[in-house]
């Protein structure tokens, strides 16, 4: 197979904000799951909704993202907003028809630094606490460009993901297994401690069965790496070097990150650090200085290229 170049890369035409937040559609909740393994200190739930006979059916791809509007108001009295949660199911849906799409929600539970009292995430809780039979309201789908590209199998793809960000890897993963794509995709997962390693039940056995499929862990807060810095996910592109430099010198490789806002930037850093600034658009005179001292400001000026899709929160 030849190397596709940047300029090639296209985007499937998908459907978008189909139903809109004024017109939420009720939706029954079919299964609620913890995600998490025994100990962990997180609650992390995968989600399946039931969108049999709506505008939803069939319409969901890997990598959009549903809206869910919870009940009640906020604090000024007004009805809450719609919070929009990236699909973790594959194109096909988890049933195999698009009829079941699915999310994975963290609770948030978390304590304010000023006041030291202690908050929690709207919906996130509101999610997590509904029962299978239980209806929410739901809106979407929502983007566009957060999704695999066109011709999907010609890629090679390195999907970072922190926490929950993975999510709409399972879904693009699956999508490409499904299309028995040979080339190679790396699964960059993220999280605290090993209880929290998410769909381990799917990915850990896949590593195992297919050849081109590779589940890379970073624990961040059990044992140090050497240097004594903590395992995050940009830290691979170092110790996993000998696995991951090859793909990242094909022209038909992509870099897909998701998770928390922030981080991108130790990515950024390292990916400029080995010299593939394909994946990046730097201004010239931030590249006077060493990325490792690049400030979150600087940060701030980087936009991935054509070849990175970058979706934080």
């Known amino acids: 197979m030849s190397n596709t170049t940047q ?16 017109e939420p559609i009720d939706i029954p909740i079919v299964e609620n799951r913890i995600a998490t393994t025994a100990g962990s200190p997180n609650f992390i739930r995968h989600i399946t909704f039931d969108v049999t006979g709506t505008p939803l059916e069939g ?17 000024r009295g007004k009805p809450h907003k719609v919070r929009l949660y990236s699909v973790s199911s594959p194109t096909r849906g988890e049933d195999g028809a698009g009829k079941l799409i699915s999310t994975t929600v963290k609770r948030v539970i978390d304590e304010h630094w000023d006041t030291q009292e202690l908050f929690t995430g709207v919906c996130s809780n509101y999610l997590s606490s509904r029962k299978a039979g ?42 490409l297994m499904e299309q028995n794509s040979k080339n190679e995709i790396a699964m960059i997962f993220g999280c605290p401690y090993r209880t929290d390693v998410l769909y381990r039940e799917y990915f850990e056995p896949l590593a195992q069965s297919v050849e081109n499929f590779h589940f890379l862990k970073s624990i961040s807060r059990e044992e140090p790496r050497q240097d004594g810095s903590k395992y995050y996910v940009q830290y691979q592109l170092i110790d996993n070097r000998a696995l991951l430099e090859p793909l990242l010198k094909k022209n038909n490789t992509l870099i897909y990150v ?13 990916l400029a650090q080995q010299g593939y600034l394909d994946y990046l658009k730097v201004k010239d005179e931030l590249m006077e200085k060493d990325p490792a ?13 054509d070849r990175m899709n970058v979706e934080v929160y």
Do not use: H
Request: net charge neutral; hydrophobic share 40%.
């Open 7 to 22: 300029s090639e890369i296209t985007y499937p035409d998908v459907n978008i904000n189909i139903v809109r937040a004024k």
């Open 59 to 75: 319409k969901v791809v890997a990598g959009q993202s549903i809206g869910i509007i919870p009940e009640g108001v906020d604090e």
């Open 134 to 175: 239980m209806m929410v309201k739901m809106t979407g789908p929502s983007g566009k460009r957060f999704i695999l590209p066109e011709n999907p199998t010609e890629y090679n793809y390195l999907f970072f993901a922190a926490g929950t960000g993975i999510a709409p890897f399972r879904g693009m993963i699956m999508d």
């Open 293 to 305: 001292s690049w400030s979150w400001d600087d940060i701030k000026t980087i936009k991935p290229s």
């Open 258 to 270: 998701c998770g928390l806002k922030w981080m991108e930037t130790g990515i950024y850093q390292i």
